[in-house]
């Protein structure tokens, strides 16, 4: 290997390193104290770079909490979407939706942050928006399979119902979250009930004839009693 070769290696590793550092402060002091009382300063000493080298990183303390929410909770839900369990509609939304509460019942202070700050964070320059535009169709590709199934009927529109499924799952994420010192976990039975009430409407207007046989049956078992992830 050539020595510019070797060099650039060597240049990469220690920007990888670096932004590391920096996204791994950021996150213990967002977790800590939130992201208002958090300055750039704070996340760069802690980091240990120059405050120089930390806005060629990252421009505001903003760009890092999306840059660490989009990391961790869409490295969660990538894994959910590869691993789908082939069950009715309403069982795949929460076993994706579960992934993003695994994650922030794991980190119950940076899950507020995220909560609180990212709904509100600027996207002239951020990319939540974008996060959000990625996630929605993947939901709605569920919801066609769903209907291709007889589920629902073809007329429901697939977009608008995924961000009203996942409308819901957020305001279950605030009631959980709200509180500074948030019960062990999110409320599932009180989930499982409002995602099925947005459901069972449409559930109905398909009609008894667009699940029928054997299929019915395991429909009605799935759809039977309470629901846990």
């Known amino acids: 290997m050539e020595g510019g070769a070797r060099t650039a290696i060597r240049t990469g590793r220690r920007e990888r390193d670096k932004l590391a550092r920096i996204k791994h402060s950021a996150r213990k002091l967002f977790a800590r104290q939130g992201v208002d009382a958090t300055t750039i300063r704070q996340i760069a000493d802690a980091a240990d770079i120059g405050l120089g080298t930390m806005f060629s990183y990252a421009a505001s303390k903003e760009d890092l909490l999306v840059m660490i929410f989009q990391e961790e909770v869409g490295r969660a839900l990538d894994r959910a979407f590869a691993r789908v369990p082939e069950k009715p509609l309403l069982n795949q939304i929460l076993h994706i939706l579960s992934a993003i509460v695994t994650h922030h019942r794991e980190n119950p202070g940076l899950a507020r942050v995220f909560v609180k700050e990212t709904p509100f964070i600027a996207d002239s320059h951020h990319s939540i928006a974008a996060f959000m535009s990625s996630l929605y169709p ?18 429901v529109p697939s977009i608008a119902l995924a961000r009203n499924l996942f409308a819901i799952f957020f305001q279950q994420l605030q009631f959980w979250l709200a509180h500074r010192s948030p019960a062990p976990d999110l409320d599932h039975q009180q989930l499982n009930a409002a995602l099925e009430l947005q459901l069972i409407g449409l559930r109905n207007m398909a009609g008894p004839a667009a699940v029928s046989g054997p299929r019915a049956a395991r429909h009605a078992n799935d759809h039977r009693g309470k629901r846990r992830w």
């Open 138 to 155: 993947r939901l709605a590709k569920l919801i066609d399979n769903a209907k291709d199934r007889g589920e629902f009927p073809a007329s």
